[in-house]
T-cell receptor
Framework: NAGVMQNPRHLVRRRGQEARLRCSPM?????VYWYRQLPEEGLKFMVY????????ESGMPKERFSAEFPKEGPSILRIQQVVRGDSAAYFC????????????FGSGTRLTVV | GENVEQHPSTLSVQEGDSAVIKCTYS??????FPWYKQELGKRPQLIID?????GEKKDQRIAVTLNKTAKHFSLHITETQPEDSAVYFC??????????FGSGTKLNVKP
């Protein structure tokens, strides 16, 4: 049973380009959470999704950021027109609703905007 | 919303000594408190957690205590080893939909 898979592990984008980060949850998990971690800081909640639904996006910046979790395929975090301040590690976690154990995090995508 | 504060930000101990990291939270609705260990460049990994109906939980050298009235919880690591060196994060959550993380404690265990 593979863990939470994120790709790419490292992503370099020039300012103004788009970044697409992918997350495949653990088998049997239908809940996905995205967090952002700036250097030397803790993780900050961004968005919580279930299949085809955004449940809570209270941590998402109002502009340029979007997320989806389609019926088929991985969850996607999309950042349009990236800026230097978007450089961070983006972690995805998954869970089952009935499972109140802590999240299993993916290995993260480290986005660098140059 | 919830606010989680974590202290100290850095902690240096001698191998074999104990380490204690403390967190406070603000939202009385929070009822689940996990602790994560993160090594440099790696994912956060759950090391222990506690629910609000429990005051203390222990797993080998690691223990967590929770004081609901005071809204604080602590991580205790005994007999520290160099491989315990990492950044530790506390978190608070409710209804298991999102966690609020502390700012992290960088633990250095000196051999």
């Amino acid at each position: 049973n593979a863990g939470v898979m994120q790709n790419p592990r490292h992503l370099v984008r020039r300012r103004g380009q788009e970044a697409r980060l992918r997350c495949s949850p653990m088998k049997g998990h239908s809940h996905v959470y995205w967090y952002r971690q700036l250097p030397e800081e803790g993780l900050k909640f961004m968005v919580y999704l279930q299949k085809e639904n955004i449940i809570d996006e209270s941590g998402m910046p109002k502009e340029r950021f979007s997320a989806e979790f389609p019926k088929e395929g991985p969850s996607i975090l999309r950042i349009q027109q990236v800026v230097r301040g978007d450089s961070a590690a983006y972690f995805c976690a998954s869970s089952t609703r009935a499972d109140r154990e802590g999240y299993t995090f993916g290995s993260g995508t480290r986005l660098t905007v140059v | 919303g919830e606010n989680v504060e974590q202290h100290p930000s850095t902690l240096s101990v001698q191998e074999g000594d104990s380490a204690v990291i403390k967190c406070t939270y603000s939202d009385s609705a929070s009822n689940y408190f996990p602790w994560y260990k993160q090594e440099l460049g790696k994912r956060p990994q759950l090391i222990i957690d506690i629910r609000s109906n429990v005051g203390e939980k222990k797993d080998q050298r690691i223990a967590v205590t929770l004081n609901k009235t005071a809204k604080h919880f602590s991580l205790h690591i005994t007999e520290t080893q160099p491989e315990d060196s990492a950044v530790y994060f506390c978190a608070a959550g409710d209804n298991f939909n999102k966690f609020y993380f502390g700012s992290g404690t960088k633990l250095n265990v000196k051999p």
